[in-house]
């Protein structure tokens, strides 16, 4: 079907910005940090790298991102793209404008919060066979969203910016979700491409 487009977060205030290229809001928990970021300009491959694992996910607008000094490919709304740590992405906005900006979340997750996450899955939940392991897969790493990935993005961003006194815990637990959820959906893409090449 579609791809599941999120939730838009209301733009920041025109006396807010900072910068009307990768204008960044950020809400910072214990295991995560949430980034909004928006761009108003049009502008071209501008560098952003996390020291952590990242999701990031396109609410409104264009992008064109280049990654791993690959050929740059167009991200739009319904899809995720996850980078692993300290890998830059560089960023074209051929259509930013103050009118119609670009805006985009990057989820942070700590490196240590995604090893005890997997360590667990493949302790008590593990795969059918000896070597099939959980993993993140880092060659599938640009995807659409189906409505479980939406579904929990979403509320990631909600949780981080309604700051409730919980949301350390509500945040992890969904991000373990998420991360689930991101290593079934790139299985799933993976063995179809396999089934694919067969025929």
């Known amino acids: 079907g579609m791809p599941h487009v999120l939730d838009q977060v209301s733009l920041s205030k025109t006396e807010k ?3 009307l290229v990768e204008n960044r809001t950020s809400y910072t928990l214990s295991h995560c940090e949430l980034s909004v970021f928006e761009t108003y300009a049009e502008s071209y491959l501008v560098p952003l790298t996390f020291n952590d694992f990242v999701i990031t996910s396109m609410l409104r607008g264009k992008k064109v991102m280049h990654l791993f000094d690959k050929q740059g490919f167009d991200y739009f709304p319904g899809q995720t793209v996850i980078v692993p740590p300290s890998v830059t992405m560089k960023i074209d906005f051929p259509e930013a404008s103050p009118l119609s900006p670009t805006q985009c979340i990057a989820l942070a997750i700590d490196q240590d919060q995604i090893k005890k996450t997997i360590a667990y899955l493949n302790e008590f939940f593990p795969k059918e066979g000896s070597n099939e392991k959980w993993l993140l897969n880092y060659d ?4 659409y969203n189906n409505q479980e990935i939406a579904y929990l993005i979403n509320k990631v961003i909600r949780i981080c910016s309604e700051g409730a006194k919980e949301k350390d815990v509500l ?6 979700e ?16 396999e089934t694919y090449n067969l025929n």
Do not use: C, S
Request: proline share 0%; no cysteine.
């Open 17 to 19: 910005l900072q910068t």
């Open 178 to 193: 998420l991360l689930v959820r991101i290593m079934q959906t790139q299985n799933l893409k993976a063995i179809g491409e």
């Open 171 to 176: 945040a992890d637990l969904t991000l373990k």
């Open 140 to 143: 599938e790493y640009h995807f």
